[in-house]
């Protein structure tokens, strides 16, 4: 047997955080400055194309990174997904246009599908289950760190600088993190024949494209009922059949289904789906709530998000250590009561209730996500050999992130099909577009007082009709999880 340099645990796990600090702060940041950006460069009816376009490169390519991490090596598979992820970074800062932002983001989510994934792989290769569980505290504070830097960040940049430096902020952590896996993480060497998955890679990609164009551009490019919607949508879920037919016939596949099979990977992946679709909800349209309907500042509208990942990381390290205890069951139910309780704030919430009621909704939402996902991915990790842990820990990313393209899409579509409505039933001549004047104090006091009450009444009731939808998957994540076999934490690393 061939030696090799041992891995300097610390230190990779510092420069895993810092990997992962990138992509979590990522999201907090952009959230924040959303509506100064769509306030600059217009086209609020793309909004959330933003989020769609990254969100849809980062869900196909996470499947494919986590498999040619298991063949090549999580180390030069993470060097390469960062490195187009910091490239896409800059060139986001330098967009002049909407339909610029969208390209510029699609080469973002191109790189960050191999971040968050490769970064949690690392860990599960280093720390035993039984570390793993206790280490989630640790991955999970980068949660809370980006949580109350981002939109700080975020906030002064737009109040004092300029939105473009909210992407360029990646970048020297970036590289920081790649010296550090560099010199730090030493890999045994891998004898496995490389097979790629290239079939399902192109049938996933085209699928999910497809589907989401139909979600996002329904009833605004073309009709509903139209037969090129009808068209997309055959096209779109028999291209995804034909790829769930395929990965169950390929020699190695990019989606390995066969570990489906143990129950609490079923459902903990199935979770992660609904948990996704709630996580973009609440990151996705809170600020523009906070901004637009309770005319707050981009920062207090980033604070509000920002207790959604203070209660993550206190939830999930909490977690780590009630799972070895009480089992997957038991801790991912907690979330679940806690992300129905934080639905119905939402969905309970209006204009005067100020931006402190939206912090506590947002607040359980986060114990919710924290309670579950760490159950999930220390249990998956648990559950399969070293060889199928890249493609393991991807799957459940991949459900989550399926979960966010899907719900920024469904989302968009509900809000802006929402507000034309709003728009007609009053006989108003508003275009979605509009809504940008509510989103900034500048844009709102060129308006005389009636039309920003008209503007902000149909935005409210518009984002309570996706506060509903957020309530709906809550409440489906619930009964998913009642369906998690009882029991301790098994362990394949114990086998």
Not at 146 to 172: E, R, T
Not at 463 to 476: G, N
């Amino acid at each position: 047997m061939k030696l090799h340099k041992k891995t300097n645990r610390p230190l990779v796990l510092i420069s895993v955080m810092l990997a992962m600090f990138v992509g979590a702060v990522e999201a907090t940041i952009v959230s924040t400055a959303m509506p100064a950006i769509a306030g600059e460069l217009g086209g609020f009816s793309r909004y959330s194309w933003i989020f769609s376009a990254y969100l849809l490169m980062s869900t196909v390519t996470v499947l494919i990174y986590g498999k040619l991490a298991d063949l090549y090596g999580r180390k030069p598979i993470f060097f390469i997904g960062l490195s187009i992820f910091l490239f896409g970074s800059i060139l986001c800062g330098f967009a002049s246009t909407m339909e610029q932002l969208i390209v510029f983001r699609l080469i973002q989510g191109l790189g960050a599908g191999a971040v968050m994934p490769i970064a949690t792989t690392i860990v599960g290769d280093i720390y035993s289950t039984e570390e793993r569980a206790k280490i989630q505290g640790y991955l999970s504070s980068v949660w809370g760190i980006s949580a109350v830097s981002g939109p700080v960040i975020g906030g002064l940049i737009v109040q004092y600088w300029n939105w473009k430096y909210v992407f360029w902020v990646n970048v020297p952590l970036g590289l920081l993190a790649m010296v550090g896996i560099y010199f730090f993480l030493h890999e045994p060497a891998s004898d496995r024949k490389a097979a790629i998955d290239i079939k399902g890679a192109v049938l996933l990609t085209t699928s999910l494209s497809i589907i989401l164009f139909w979600l996002v551009e329904g009833g605004q490019s073309f009709s509903r009922s139209s037969a090129i919607s009808l068209l997309l949508l055959i096209l779109g879920a028999a291209l995804f059949t034909l790829f769930i037919w395929v990965e169950k016939k390929a020699e190695d596949p990019m989606m390995p289904f066969h570990i489906w099979k143990n129950p609490v990977i079923l459902y903990a992946n199935l979770v992660s789906l609904t948990t996704g679709v709630i996580l973009i909800g609440v990151s996705s349209y809170l600020p523009t709530y906070v901004t637009g309907v309770m005319e707050q500042t981009a920062m207090i509208a980033g604070f509000t998000l920002t207790a959604m990942s203070i209660g993550w990381p206190i939830a999930s390290s909490v977690a780590g250590h009630l799972l070895i205890k009480f089992g997957t069951f038991a801790v991912s139910f907690a979330g679940g009561i806690s992300l129905v309780f934080g639905s119905l704030m939402f969905v309970w919430m209006t204009g005067d209730s100020g931006p402190l009621w939206a912090a506590f909704s947002s607040f359980f939402v986060g114990i919710g996500m924290g309670l579950t996902s760490t159950s999930f991915i220390v249990t998956i990790q648990g559950a399969v050999s070293r060889e199928q842990r890249g493609s393991a820990t991807a799957a459940n990313m991949f459900m989550r992130n399926f979960g966010n393209t899907i719900g920024a899409a469904i989302f968009g579509a509900v809000l802006n099909g929402s507000l034309l409505s709003s728009f007609r039933e009053r006989n108003l001549d508003y275009k979605v577009n509009d809504i940008n004047l509510l989103l900034t104090e500048e844009a709102r006091s060129t308006l005389p007082a009636s039309n920003v009450n008209t503007l902000q009444h149909a935005l409210d009731g518009s984002l309570q009709w996706v506060y509903v939808a957020v309530l709906v998957f809550a409440v489906i994540s619930l009964l998913l999880i009642l369906r998690i076999p009882r029991g301790k934490v098994v362990s394949h690393d114990d086998n």
